[in-house]
């Protein structure tokens, strides 16, 4: 069955990096587009990022474009997201999450992994 | 950016009872609207995707419907795994933004 497990998860301080890393399985990895959403504590989802199967097409939320960086390693099943200069708001849990295939070009999320928990603080 | 409002934020519910929760977008989004449900501690879930279909192995009880920015998750008879939190998600077009989330408890 579809399988995602997110690692690298940890406390930082403030301008501090993290690479965080998901390892997808049960499902053939480079047909799928794959998004990272997180989730502050006792707070709502927020969208970060976005890669096409092939990674040639990138989005990210404004709150993190120009410091954080997804990628993807399709040879290893692995989805990835470096996150830089970061801030006391980045606390969050991170899922990585597969894109349905079947909402078109919708992007609706439907197998998530159990989240990472990224703590930034001094 | 698309901006998502659910109503109601909370709702008190007793098993079997039929829960209506509705989503609003700030700019019509056509059929791309998804819902998923999170339990406590746990990873979203998706329940229904382009507003009405159904995800595979998602209880009949749930329904979606609605278009352009108004629309609506039924639970039609609620269970007790049925308690948790509900959000809704556009698709239209990136950035991708969730409503703040339904919590249906007891």
């Known amino acids: 069955q579809v399988q995602l497990v997110e690692s690298g998860g940890n406390l930082v301080k403030p301008g501090g990096s993290l690479r965080l890393s998901c390892a997808a399985s049960?499902?053939?990895?480079?047909?799928?587009?794959m998004n990272w959403i997180r989730q502050a504590p006792g707070k709502g989802l927020e969208w970060v990022s976005y890669i096409s199967s092939s990674g040639s097409t990138i989005f990210y939320a404004d709150s993190v474009k120009g410091r954080f960086t997804i990628s993807r390693d399709n040879a290893k099943n692995s989805l990835y997201l470096q996150m830089n200069s970061l801030r006391a708001e980045d606390t969050a849990v991170y899922y990585c999450?597969?894109?349905?295939?079947?909402?078109?070009?919708?992007?609706?999320?439907?197998?998530w992994g159990q989240g990472t928990l990224v703590t930034v603080s001094s | 950016d698309i901006q998502m409002t659910q109503s109601p934020s909370s709702v008190s519910a007793s098993v079997g009872d039929r829960v209506t929760i509705t989503c609003q977008a700030s700019?019509?989004?056509?059929?791309?609207l998804a819902w998923y449900q999170q339990k406590p501690g746990k990873a979203p879930k998706l329940l229904i995707y382009s507003a009405s279909s159904l995800q595979s192995g998602v209880p009949s009880r749930f329904s979606g419907s609605g278009s352009g920015t108004d629309f609506t998750l039924i639970i039609s008879s609620l269970q007790p795994e049925d308690f948790a939190t509900y959000y809704c998600?556009?698709?239209?077009?990136?950035?991708?933004?969730f409503g703040p989330g339904t919590k249906v408890h007891i």
């Open positions: 998600q556009q698709a239209n077009n990136f950035p991708l933004t």
């Open positions: 049960g499902f053939t990895f480079s047909d799928y587009y």
């Open positions: 700019q019509g989004i056509s059929s791309w």
């Open positions: 999450a597969r894109v349905s295939p079947l909402g078109g070009s919708g992007s609706y999320s439907d197998s």
